[in-house]
């Protein structure tokens, strides 16, 4: 249970863990822990440091880096400086990345060695850029993130943090191909605290450990390691997915709890040494993000031997909504194919075209109200005045309908987002990229279902007449302009396109061949 009242903020946790526990172990990453007084201690010497270059509360604070423990000094450092964490995916080829660090404004960059040569390339188109700091050795004049820490004021820098500041925003991409930013505020999080506290999923024992897997510019990977901080346990922090260091780790810090996408849980079942390995400590295992065939969630359910949670929600609404409790994961429930309940305190509808809520058992669009739903879309007012009703419920996209239980099951997307192994794709951004190849005459991106990535995403091409372009070709070409993990993974060729009158693609009629025999139809 996080103790909400000593730490209302953000900022609050590693003052207050100090103070209970400074010698226990906060995070280790790749053999070095670091405790909660020295996350006390370094978070501070952020703050000044960012304050001391000038940034002003509300001022973005970006990070493009993979994983570290050093990224929590950054978080709560920025906090306590009231300023914004703005991690950006690190899978983003160099104009995606430069967009991101552009729209949010960014003042001070922290910049990991695998994205050096992106930031050199882009530099010049990054005029809100004033500093940046290179996390691991010096670069050009980047000075070392450690000597940089190292170099500031240790004492608290005496600022004190409001409910309605943002603390964290997280870009999502639009049904537009334009990615926004998710502006989440301290009272977002308290409200986070308050619900999942409530739940056994969230909570960790002092001490014990967690696993932090996930990448940090994802709310999932982020919302680890923070409640595991928020509650005196220990998070192993992992650079990247490896699923033979997950294996080994397991056992060397006896990892209790673990999130994981069903992508991860894949891999980790397909080890040759899986069933080798001691799985005595762990006590919950909880997932999300995408699909997961009801075959696999047994089979891992059977090898690791603990209580497994489904959880749902989006960035926006701070990574929850509703939650799969263990017990209802047993298949005499009938309920696997669900994604469960609401958080406590939290209202989920289902709501038609005119937003009113539809009869139980009937489609409509899942709409979720809570405290813990962002405060909106950075410099996207009228995008925030469409996500969020005038009741205060963020319409989700995704369709769904609550069967006689009370239970909530998805049962197809409203917008037409792919999600691909954890990660949101949007089929307007694809088919951007690959409507300039010469040879294209049309163009129409669907989500097709995949045993490893729940989603893989798919282009349907028209070529010109008179042209005859290769799947290779597209790729290459798309490949210059989006992401890896956005380009098709299958290309197929077809005479047309079918539209409505009004000439948009009809998307249920493309992807209806592929997921009509499928239990789980999306998530």
Known sequence: ?????????????????????????????????????????????????????????????????????????????????????????TRLAAPEVQFIVSDANVKILFVGQDFYDIIDKIRADLPDVQHIIAIDDAHGDWPAYNAWRDSQDDTPPGLETLGTDDVIQLYTSGTTGLPKGVQLTNSNYHAVFEQAGLLEWASYGVGEAVMNAMPLFHVAGVNIGILTAAQGAKAVVLREI????????????????????????????????????????????????SPIAESLLLEAKEIMDARFTQLYGLTETAGCATYLPPEAHDPSWGKLRSCGVPYPSTIV????????????????????????????????????????????????GDAGYFDEDGFLYIHDRVKDMIVSGGENVYPAEVE????????????????????????????????????????????????????????????????????????????????????????????
């Open 242 to 289: 490896d699923p033979q260091l997950i294996l080994k780790l397991i056992p060397e810090h006896k990892i209790a709890h673990a999130f994981w996408v069903p992508a991860v849980i894949l891999m980790l079942t397909q080890m040759p040494n899986v069933r080798q390995i001691d799985w005595s400590s762990m006590k919950q295992v909880f997932y999300g993000a």
């Open 349 to 396: 509808r289902c709501l038609d075209a005119n937003g009113d809520p539809v009869p139980q058992g009937e489609v409509g669009e899942i709409a979720i109200k809570s405290p813990f739903v962002m405060k909106g879309y950075w410099n996207r007012e009228d995008a925030t005045r469409d996500a969020i009703n005038e009741d205060g419920f963020f319409r989700t």
């Open 432 to 523: 951007n990229a690959i409507f300039g190849h010469p040879g294209v005459a049309d163009v129409a991106v669907i989500g097709v279902p995949d045993e490893k990535w729940g989603e893989a995403v798919k282009a349907l091409i028209v070529p010109k007449p008179g042209e005859t372009p290769t799947a290779d070709s597209i790729l290459a070409y798309a490949r210059e302009r989006i992401a890896g993990y956005k380009c098709p993974k299958s290309i197929e060729f077809l005479e047309g396109l079918p539209r409505n009158p009004s000439g948009k693609i009809l998307r249920k009629d493309l992807r209806e061949p592929y997921w009509k025999d499928q239990d789980r139809r999306i998530r």
């Open 1 to 89: 249970m996080i103790d909400v009242e000593a730490m209302p903020h953000i900022a609050d946790i590693p003052r207050v863990q100090a103070q209970i526990r400074p010698d226990s172990e906060a995070y280790w990453f790749e053999g070095e822990t670091t405790t909660f007084a020295e996350l006390e201690t370094r978070s501070n010497q952020v703050a000044n440091g960012l304050i001391a270059l000038g940034a002003s509360p509300d001022d973005r604070i970006g990070y493009l880096a993979k994983n570290t423990a050093a990224y929590y000094e950054m978080l709560f450092g920025a906090a306590k400086a009231r300023t914004v964490m703005t991690a950006v995916n």
